[in-house]
């Protein structure tokens, strides 16, 4: 994802068009996690708060949806399979910290499956 450094609107509005481009170019795919507001921000070289800014707007078109501790994920089509997408990438995440945390404290779930 690149700013169009050329478009004379704000800041917020280049990030927004940025990742506006990446989701029709497919670059960024229905139910796809974004990468973390600060990480983006490194990224497009801007403040925190224009990334955020940028995301809230995008969530107000119905382009992105996200899910509070989790992170920001690109819509699907129809708000069901978001939602779906959404609780999908939560219910990995919380795998992942899980998974993280039983090699950690070398204790594993009592129905844990081995690979």
């Known amino acids: 994802m690149k700013l169009d450094e050329t478009a004379s609107v704000p800041a917020y509005e280049k990030v927004a068009n ?16 974004l990468p973390s ?4 921000a490194e990224q497009f070289g801007v403040a925190l708060m224009t990334v955020r800014r940028a995301i809230e707007t995008l969530r107000a078109e ?4 996200s ?6 994920f690109v819509a699907a089509g129809d708000a069901k399979e978001s939602e779906l997408d959404t609780l999908r990438a939560a219910v990995e995440q919380l795998t992942k910290r899980v998974d993280h ?3 950690e404290t070398g204790v594993a779930r009592p129905n844990a499956q081995p690979e």
């Not at 029709?24 to 796809?32: K, M, N, R, Y």
């Not at 119905?62 to 949806?65: C, E, I, K, S, Y």
Request: charge should be neutral.
């Open 18 to 33: 940025a990742i506006r481009a990446a989701i029709a170019d497919g670059e960024l795919a229905p139910g796809e996690q």
């Open 37 to 40: 507001g600060p990480k983006l």
């Open 62 to 65: 119905g382009r992105l949806r």
């Open 67 to 72: 899910s509070h501790g989790v992170g920001v």
């Open 101 to 103: 945390l039983e090699q």
